[in-house]
């Protein structure tokens, strides 16, 4: 990593987005369009996008560098924020897990449970025989007795007990039950991952979206650049923090726990990899949790596919905040800092230490900025006739 100042435009920027992720890039977006500031983003990694930053491969198919990101969202304000910077591919996500040698839908539905069992029930014989083994009046207090009180037992060890250890390097009984009622279980035959109102990826990519949403003149960027480099090598009034909290903090309560992962790419001169763009793996016997093959995300047609197999770990980037009461208790101790240190704005995934998707993230951006707007308004009021860039400069601590 390097900074190098002579790339940057000005000699001093109203904000300072740490993070080119959706948290960052949207309120960078914002600030620089709807209040005229000059912002500098600036990222770690050598690319904008954070963790949903996509590429074309050596194989020239459009793959995800950080794992699957499917689009989907209930949020109408969200999606048309984002469709001034992109147009849409419908899509919508189904997901097949590895079980007993068959491929089953997941979220389990009517067929993954007529298939498994051998059976050929209706809807009202599915609910039947889940009420029949769902442990009945348990209070829901972990991930683990969200799935036991809808499934019973035995689909509870098949499809969720494997994956959800590998996944988090804990028992689901230990995590908060947010987690996995993010797959419930149905009895129709819908197979489809999400039941959200809009499903669908951007048409010509997530980096191509994130390039036009800072294409703003007033918008710097600068890759492959650690906070802890310019912090003290940049001027600027404001700072929008979206990596982890606790490391802005310097630890000083202890570490957040993160969950990580290592992917794994290949590509193959072959069409096609697997029936569906995910295939999960809740085996204890196998190490990675899922396949991707990307084409069936994207619609891409050419003569080869690239897959991802996942492998979660405890070491490298911070992919996931973990959810279990402890770690909630500490985060709460650092988010009692971060209110008081008014310099600073933090948001998004790692910056708010939530499990979010990518739309509650473009909605909690969304949101502080109107907080920020608002702010700038009132102050504006107070100094008026003075401009932000005339407003004494001096570099955050
Ligand atoms: P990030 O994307 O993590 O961006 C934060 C950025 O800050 C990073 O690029 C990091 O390099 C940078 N940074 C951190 N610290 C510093 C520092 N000190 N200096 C400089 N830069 C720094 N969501 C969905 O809606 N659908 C999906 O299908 C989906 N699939 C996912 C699959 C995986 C494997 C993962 C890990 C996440 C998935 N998500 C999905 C969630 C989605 O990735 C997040 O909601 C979203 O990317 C969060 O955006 P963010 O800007 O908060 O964080
Ligand atoms: N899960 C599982 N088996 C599956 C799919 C999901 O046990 O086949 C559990 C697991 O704990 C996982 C959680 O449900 O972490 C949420 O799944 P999701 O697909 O939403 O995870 P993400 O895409 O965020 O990694």
Redesign the pocket.
Known sequence: MSFDSSSLRHRAYDTLVVGGGFAGSVLAERLASQLGQRVLVIDRRDHIGGNAFDFHDEAGVLVHRY??HIFHTNAPKVVEYLSQFTDWRPYEHR?L?QVDGKLLP?PINLTTINELYGLDLDSAGAAEFLAERATPGLEIKS?RDVVISQVGEDLYRK???G??RK??GID?SQ?DKA??A??PTRTTTDDR?FQDKFQMMPAEGYTRMFERMIAHPNIDFLPSVDFAEVRERVAYSHLVYTGPVDEYFGHCYGKLPYRSLRFEHRSFDQPHYQPVAVV?Y?SPNVPWTRITEYKHLTGQVCAKTSITHEYPSAEGDPY?PIPTPENAELYRRYEALAEATPAVTFTGRLGTYR?Y?MDQVVAQSLAVFARMAERSRSSEGQTRGESSSDSGWRVAA
Do not use: H
């Open positions: 794992g699957p997901v897990a997941i991930s499809f969720f007990e994956y959800t996944q988090w689901a995590l987690v996995t993010r797959v991952y999960n809740p996931y499990y998707n």
